[in-house]
């Protein structure tokens, strides 16, 4: 494994590894594998949000009236530009996270991909639709449901992912024809104002913007949006959702995950070893979806942790430039380093082993990816979100008992499943608590935008993507009901009231809703 490079002069420095400084008006940013200074950003106030919201509500109309082939030629623009200054994007992403060269491009090819699907898509996804009539008796009218954007989307996003975090909400919000709001976090904000200086040099409407700050500025996004759209802590996650039922704000929430994957013994080992390290430790293991809880079947326990450790022996860890040559990079902050140590620290204490890693290096955020054993579900590193490079693994008797751990746990954003039996491995993922499950994969369903992204219990409410739906969650849906034939003076329910119509009338819904001969009136006297 290869060491990182020299630590940070003093411990304040590497105290400001988390992104925020002692100031009322400034963030300053530093790379968290060094300590050093990243850039600077303005934390807006409330006053600046509500200023900037209120720009965003002025353009937005303009934006929604030009519909979804005039906001393609603009996303595409976008896209054109991302493209071409794609090493720029890397660099800032890098300076702020310290993740790999590899690790920051994934995030502009992710960001590339959804620019070209949702624009693509859009205006088939919005276009209006026409909804068969539930009874024949109904086909006298014509049914419509129009899909009308909210007019400002907040978007509030982690660290993790500094430019695929609000890529995933901003553009298929831009697309639906929702004017976007974005707040990154704190530790991250550099990123965000690249891609926002971005849209301004391809010189589209201006619907689009990006204030910095701190909570105060997030609470003063969710006074002044129509929809909010947060990823990140489940504790911000219960805050936000709060404030938005006291505004009667729709919102959708991606927080926490433990995600379980689950060895079975006829599982292809290599593959199942090389992807559960990937799905754990890919971006340090700061990810929604990582693998953090690891199931194996008895028969093969043994012959699985060999690989794994063997795998995670290899990978280097370490500080890159733009030359690729390392697979594990530094934690975002110092606290989210101090929450890997006291995962692994009380495990160890509790009597689990590292087979490999179990240290930070002493260098910036850096810590050793890490696979524990003799590990069990009293222990932290199992019931708590770790998002660090961590693997803890369990030996399970059997598919029953694998099933049953991966449930025990208050997240449910995702799960992995290993075996070559398939029609095992659907009635398995079927049979697990989760939004998501990836079957012989890890992470891969994070890069299919058709089907959605949400979470069950404490991961969240609401979903990203799922096609069509990635759209229509920031529009309103608006119904329609006009006459398809000629009209008369009055309907047959009308007032005054009638026996005579009324009895048409219901005559007419049971002959064509009900069962046996109550369908004639003659209630209780036939079958179904």
């Excluded at 790379?31 to 950003?41: F, K, L, Q």
């Excluded at 704000?249 to 593959?271: F, N, T």
Aim: aromatic share 8%; hydrophobic share 40%.
């Amino acid at each position: 494994m290869t060491n990182t490079q020299a630590a940070p002069q003093n411990s304040h420095e590497s105290s400001l590894s988390s992104g925020q400084r002692d100031s009322d008006s400034i963030i300053e940013v530093r790379n968290p594998a060094t300590g050093e200074v990243a850039g600077t950003v303005a934390i807006a106030s409330a006053e600046q949000v509500g200023a900037t919201a209120d720009a965003l509500r002025r353009a937005q109309p303009e934006w929604e009236a030009i519909g979804a082939d005039g906001r393609r030629k603009w996303l595409l623009a976008l896209q054109d530009w991302v493209l071409d200054h794609a090493e720029e994007l890397a660099d800032a992403i890098q300076s702020e996270s310290a993740k790999p060269r590899i690790d920051a491009r994934v995030e502009i090819a992710f960001a590339v991909d959804q620019l070209g699907y949702w624009a693509r898509h859009a205006g088939k996804f919005l276009a209006d639709q026409h909804p068969a009539p539930h009874t024949p008796l109904m086909r006298v009218k014509r049914l419509t449901t129009v899909y009308q954007p909210y007019p400002v989307v907040g978007v509030i996003t982690p660290w993790n992912f500094p430019l695929g975090m609000g890529i995933a909400d901003l553009v298929p919000a831009l697309a639906a024809g929702a004017a976007v709001l974005h707040k990154p976090s704190e530790v991250t904000p550099l990123t965000p104002l690249v891609l926002e200086r971005g849209w301004a040099e391809i010189g589209a409407p201006p619907v689009f913007a990006v204030v910095s700050g701190r909570g105060d500025t997030g609470r003063a996004v969710i006074d002044n949006v129509d929809y909010v759209q947060f990823t990140g802590s489940v504790p911000t996650g219960q805050k936000i959702g709060v404030a938005c039922a006291e505004r009667m704000l729709p919102y959708s929430l991606e927080l926490g995950g433990k995600d379980p994957a689950i060895v079975l013994a006829d599982a292809d080992l290599d593959r199942a070893a090389y992807g559960i390290a990937y799905g754990a430790l890919v971006n340090a293991g700061q990810l929604c979806i990582s693998i953090e809880r690891v199931y194996v079947e008895a028969a093969v326990y043994d012959a699985f942790v060999d690989k794994l450790v063997a795998h995670v022996k290899e990978l280097r860890l370490g500080q890159d430039d733009r030359d690729c040559r390392f697979d594990v990079g530094a934690l975002a902050n110092e606290t989210q380093l101090g929450i890997v140590e006291r995962h692994v620290n009380e495990a160890i204490s509790a009597g689990a082993k590292a087979l490999t890693g179990g240290r930070a290096t002493g260098v910036g955020t850096f810590f050793e990816p890490t696979v524990l054993v003799d590990v069990d579900h009293t222990m932290s590193c199992i019931t708590e979100e770790t998002f660090g490079p961590t693997i803890p693994v369990m030996k399970v008797a059997g598919e029953a008992e694998a099933i049953a751990l991966a449930n025990d746990s208050v997240f449910g954003l995702s799960a992995t499943v290993w075996t070559r039996d398939r029609a095992r491995a659907q009635r398995i993922a079927r049979r697990l608590n989760v939004g998501a499950v990836n079957i012989n994969d890890s992470v891969i369903n994070l890069f299919n935008f058709t089907i959605p992204h949400g979470g069950w219990g404490k991961s969240g409410t609401g979903y990203r993507w799922g096609g069509a739906n990635g759209v229509r969650k920031y529009c309103r849906q608006k119904a329609i009901t006009a006459p398809a034939l000629p009209t008369q003076k009055k309907e047959l329910l009308w007032f005054p009231y009638s026996p005579g119509n009324f009895g048409i009338m219901e005559s007419a819904m049971r002959a064509l809703s009900a069962r046996g001969l109550r369908r004639f009136g003659l209630g209780g006297a036939g079958k179904s």
